[in-house]
């Protein structure tokens, strides 16, 4: 994304700055490859590949199959406090579910659905959540009265 803005522009909704706004990336994958393709060449670094073209994931080796010695980058993101302050600040749901699949993989799991069984046995024991037992709030609710 290119442009400019005039430098008197108030932000359309709150008035104020800062504006913050959330853009749903629909292919993740495409848009680290974007990024990262512009970010090496505006540092001088010469790429073939065209920055708007879909990632090809075909051509990646099989997962954790990469020499050590083939290393060129190396991807640090922010500490988690930072991403969770922004998760919170915005309310940003598909942060919230990437925290969860990150968390995941610390736990030696790759998918959603094992990461929240993950979370449950090690995360919300630690706040001192108890989830409802379904089985009894499900005939403690068949057994009211309707009204």
Do not use: H, W
């Given at each position: 994304?290119a ?17 913050v ?5 629909v292919?993740?994958a ?5 990024v ?9 670094v010469r790429?073939?590949?065209s920055?708007?073209k879909p990632?090809?994931?075909t051509l990646l ?12 980058a ?5 500490p ?7 998760v919170?600040?915005v309310?940003?749901n598909?942060?919230a579910d ?25 995360l ?5 959540y108890r989830?409802?037992n379904t ?6 609710a ?5 009204r």
């Open positions: 994304m442009g400019s803005v005039p430098i008197d522009l108030v932000p359309p909704l709150t008035g104020k700055f800062p504006l706004r959330t853009v749903r990336i292919e993740p495409n848009y680290a490859r974007t990262l393709i512009e970010l090496l060449r505006k540092n001088g790429v073939d590949a920055a708007d990632n090809p994931v080796l099989p997962e954790r199959r990469y020499p050590a010695d083939a290393k060129v190396k991807l640090t993101g922010l988690y406090a930072e991403n969770a302050k922004f919170m600040k309310s940003y598909i942060g990437a925290s969860l699949l990150l968390f995941g993989l610390t736990q030696g799991v790759d998918n959603m659905d094992a990461a929240l069984v993950r979370s449950g046995t090690s919300l024991p630690a706040t001192g989830p409802p089985a009894s709030s499900t005939a403690r068949a057994a009211r009265p309707e």
